[in-house]
T-cell receptor, first 117, second 113 residues
Framework: AQSVTQLDSQVPVFEEAPVELRCNYS??????LFWYVQYPNQGLQLLLK??????LVKGINGFEAEFNKSQTSFHLRKPSVHISDTAEYFC???????????????FGQGTTLQVKP | GAVVSQHPSWVICKSGTSVKIECRSL??????MFWYRQFPKQSLMLMAT?????????EQGVEKDKFLINHASLTLSTLTVTSAHPEDSSFYIC?????????FGPGTRLTVT
């Protein structure tokens, strides 16, 4: 079974500063990894995903994440945040059966990114 | 890109009544859809996996007789909360499985009074 731990429940940061949101996972099999963003009272929007290949993944809105298999981490980073980045961020993991009838996403607890002016 | 809609976006119902939430994939066919529940300031909890033309698979602890799921076509899955109680008040989100990711709907806010 897979599990996901987001180490920070809240991350306050000033506008234009860099930010890192941490995510660690555990799994006995190879996994797909995802970061989603949720704005208030909305659904989830995919920021980026790691399926295979390069461990550095670039996503939308200037975000990127690096898959580190030895540390079982998939931390999300942005070099310079904007006020509009204030939202809830979820890390998620799925086993490689995502395309099969048994594949499903397991979400972390979420991290609230608060960007201050 | 793939778009998933939910209807209604918010609903208020009285305790003891039933409410139906629709989840539609607008521009693609989804053989599998998922229903999640999210409490304030918490993560998404998977309730059930809905497969077109077959019975839904419920996660442990989810009452299948209370949360009825019907996936009658390749673009529509419905979640019916039967005999709703105030503790069922929550944000319900559906998603549809794509090739390598899930596409999420905007969510439905259910308030039971």
């Amino acid at each position: 079974a897979q599990s996901v731990t987001q180490l920070d429940s809240q991350v306050p940061v000033f506008e234009e500063a860099p930010v890192e949101l941490r995510c660690n996972y555990s799994s006995s099999v190879s996994v797909y990894l995802f970061w989603y963003v949720q704005y208030p009272n909305q659904g989830l929007q995919l920021l980026l995903k790691y399926l295979s290949g390069s461990t550095l993944v670039k996503g939308i809105n200037g975000f990127e994440a690096e898959f580190n298999k030895s540390q079982t981490s998939f931390h999300l980073r942005k070099p310079s945040v904007h006020i509009s980045d204030t939202a809830e961020y979820f890390c998620a993991v799925s086993d490689l059966k995502l395309s099969s009838n048994t594949g499903k996403l397991i979400f972390g607890q979420g991290t609230t990114l608060q960007v201050k002016p | 890109g793939a778009v998933v809609s939910q209807h209604p976006s918010w609903v208020i119902c009285k305790s003891g009544t039933s409410v139906k939430i629709e989840c539609r994939s607008l521009d693609f066919q989804a053989t599998t859809m998922f229903w999640y529940r999210q409490f304030p300031k918490q993560s998404l909890m998977l309730m059930a996996t809905s497969n077109e033309g077959s019975k839904a698979t419920y996660e442990q602890g989810v009452e299948k007789d209370k949360f009825l799921i019907n996936h009658a076509s390749l673009t529509l899955s419905t979640l019916t909360v039967t005999s709703a109680h105030p503790e069922d008040s929550s944000f319900y989100i559906c998603s549809a499985r794509g090739r390598d990711e899930q596409y999420f709907g905007p969510g439905t806010r259910l308030t039971v009074t």
